[in-house]
């Protein structure tokens, strides 16, 4: 099953904060617009927070990209040294293609929550959208609605058309959990052992490195627009509408995945790490950026502003001891993970709902998607 696409977010019935010209247009990426609300407000409050805290994680992205689509380029060359023989490959050069395959793991653990934590950020403002839709949450082209913008061209000059986003193309490949993406005709049988073993994949060299050429391709555009772009308060109040009441799909996906499913999971992707590990990241980035919006709430409700950010930290540490207690051992069936899933969305749900009163009564437009 593919890693499951983010569906295009929609609004609880209260948000219906009027939207101005821009706000109805802005969408996609890209750091070049220079429309009034990709400038600060004047008067306004200062989100140079969130803007670092967006640069920094989007530097790291890129930079754990060019890592793996390095060693993406040396698998495809020893790859081609075998003629594409991935037995002779095993064969002839185990040791290497084991390290290099070990590396991108290592990288790959690196660059995931580099991503997760800007999530909120880059998947709640409309013009940085189409980022998250290509990097981690779009579908494949059996799903047009959802699917990613891209397509892989392969050295061999064929084109793998609209594979889904690459952090899943990268992730089943690499730990071996979808078929469509790995070497045919040898077992994975990486470290040699006589068997092949959850999580020991041996990826088709011509679509991984083509997957990794086109991550850091992506990375670096969004890095190139993260340092171009300006936060503005309806960019803050938009990411946090839109981004928290996404927990129910998140949990959905905790609760399809090998961490909760075990041999019955049918979630190809959530191997690296536990769903509920990037839950907490993405929460863990829109408690920043409340942080930076929360004064401006206190000037009109001071009350408001408190109970809102404690709910909204709250939930994090809700998500926080989860996933501690499941990365110390604890075991969670999947009726647990649903009534999990559905107590942290009904939280989410009226942080939102509190969000979209406290934007309506600072005359803050909420940009739609």
């Not at 059996?142 to 892989?152: C, I, T, Y």
């Not at 049988?189 to 490195?209: C, M, N, Q, T, W």
């Not at 536990?274 to 206190?298: F, H, K, M, N, W």
Request: glycine fraction near 8%; charged fraction near 25%; charge should be negative.
């Amino acid at each position: 099953m593919q890693r499951a696409p983010r569906q295009t977010r929609t609004r609880l019935a209260l948000f219906a904060a009027p939207l101005s010209a821009f706000a109805l247009a802005a969408g996609g990426c890209g750091g070049d617009d220079d429309s009034d609300t990709t400038t600060a407000v004047a008067g306004g409050p200062d989100l140079t927070a969130i803007k670092q805290y967006l640069t920094d994680h989007s530097t790291a992205l890129a930079k754990q990209a060019a890592r793996m689509r390095d060693l993406g380029d040396r698998y495809y060359e020893l790859a081609e040294q075998s003629g594409f023989d991935y037995a002779a490959l095993l064969r002839d050069h185990r040791a290497e293609v084991g390290q290099i395959l070990d590396q991108s793991k290592q990288a790959y653990t690196v660059a995931n929550p580099a991503y997760e934590e800007m999530e909120g950020i880059v998947a709640g403002v409309p013009r940085l959208a189409q980022y998250d839709v290509d990097i981690d949450a779009g579908a494949d082209g059996s799903d047009p609605e959802n699917a990613v913008s891209f397509s892989l061209e392969l050295a061999n000059g064929e084109t793998l058309k609209q594979p889904g986003n690459l952090f899943f193309v990268t992730e089943t490949a690499l730990y071996g959990t979808n078929p469509d993406f790995l070497a045919t005709g040898v077992e994975g049988d990486v470290d040699g052992d006589g068997k092949v073993e959850f999580g020991e994949g041996l990826p088709d060299a011509e679509i991984y490195s083509a997957a990794t050429r086109e991550f850091e391709e992506q990375a670096r555009s969004l890095d190139a627009d993260a340092q171009a772009f300006e936060p503005t308060q309806s960019d803050a109040f938009t990411a946090l509408t839109v981004m928290t009441p996404t927990m129910s799909e998140y949990f959905e996906a905790w609760k399809n995945s090998r961490f909760v499913a075990g041999e019955k999971a049918t979630e190809q992707a959530f191997v690296a790490a536990s769903r509920l590990q990037d839950i907490a990241d993405i929460l863990g980035g829109l408690v920043l950026t409340y942080e930076q919006v929360e004064p401006e709430i206190a000037a009109e409700n001071p009350q408001q502003a408190a109970q809102t950010g404690q709910e909204l930290n709250d939930l994090l540490a809700y998500v926080e001891d989860l996933r501690d207690r499941e990365a110390g051992g604890q075991k969670f069936t999947a009726e647990q993970a649903d009534t999990l899933g559905a107590e942290a969305q009904r939280r989410a749900e009226a942080i939102a709902g509190q969000l979209t009163q406290a934007a309506q009564q600072l005359d803050i437009e909420l940009q739609e998607a």
